[in-house]
């Protein structure tokens, strides 16, 4: 079974700075899929970025990108010139890479709080 | 194009009672997945359908039972209500069988009195 630890509970920027929040996880799989999804006040899930496992570059998104360390089974996500619509929940998130499975297995998630 | 829909928005119910919810996919979309979210216990995977079959089941109890119809639409149903059944419920939907993304909807909060 896997597991996804987000250490971090609460998390607060200054609008215009950089956060980096923090995920780990545990698998014996060596192919899956590593996401941060956000959820805003709306409730909605939203995709942010995602990472494939057998990909050593890192994800990037305009603003967003992951430091990712399969070694170290670390998938941390950096928000960059933090915008005041970034406050929300994000959650880190593992799918394992089979011709069937779509269950994704989610961190705790972390309440980040972007301020003026 | 529509984004994943779910209703109804808001629910509360009595214990005992049995509840059913409806999740409309993005059109042309296959797959549904159904998700329980609660304050205590997060996010955990409930089910998956793709081509009106059950393919993943989560660990809950045979309460929670869904299915998939011919046009992708799916509902979840709860039988005999307990308060711990009280949660956010997400749908999620993508194009195919596989490692697509995943589009959620925003959620069917439910409330057992």
């Known amino acids: 079974a896997q597991t996804v630890t987000q250490s971090q509970p609460e998390m607060s920027v200054q609008e215009a700075e950089t956060v980096t929040l923090s995920c780990t996880y545990d698998t014996s799989e060596s192919n899956y899929y590593l996401f941060w999804y956000k959820q805003p006040p709306s409730r909605q899930m939203i995709l942010v970025i995602r990472q494939e496992a057998y990909k050593q570059q890192n994800a990037t998104e305009n603003r967003f990108s992951v430091n990712f360390q399969k070694a170290a089974k670390s998938f941390s996500l950096k928000i960059s010139d933090s915008q005041l619509g970034d406050t929300a929940m994000y959650f880190c998130a593992f799918r394992r890479n089979t011709g069937t499975a779509s269950k994704l297995t989610f961190g705790t998630g972390t309440r980040l709080q972007v301020t003026l | 194009k529509a984004g994943v829909t779910q209703t109804p928005r808001y629910l509360i119910k009595t214990r005992g009672q049995q509840v059913t919810l409806s999740c409309s996919p993005i059109s042309g979309h296959r797959s549904v997945s159904w998700y329980q979210q609660t304050p205590g216990q997060g996010l955990q995977f409930l089910f998956e359908?793709?081509?009106?079959?059950?393919?993943n089941k989560g660990n809950f109890p045979g309460r929670f039972s869904g299915r998939q119809f011919s046009n992708s639409r799916s509902e979840m149903n709860v039988s005999t209500l307990e308060l711990g059944d009280s949660a956010l419920y997400l749908c999620a939907s993508s194009f195919g069988a596989t490692n697509e993304k995943l589009f959620f909807g925003s959620g069917t909060q439910l409330s057992v009195l």
């Open positions: 359908y793709f081509s009106e079959t059950q393919r």
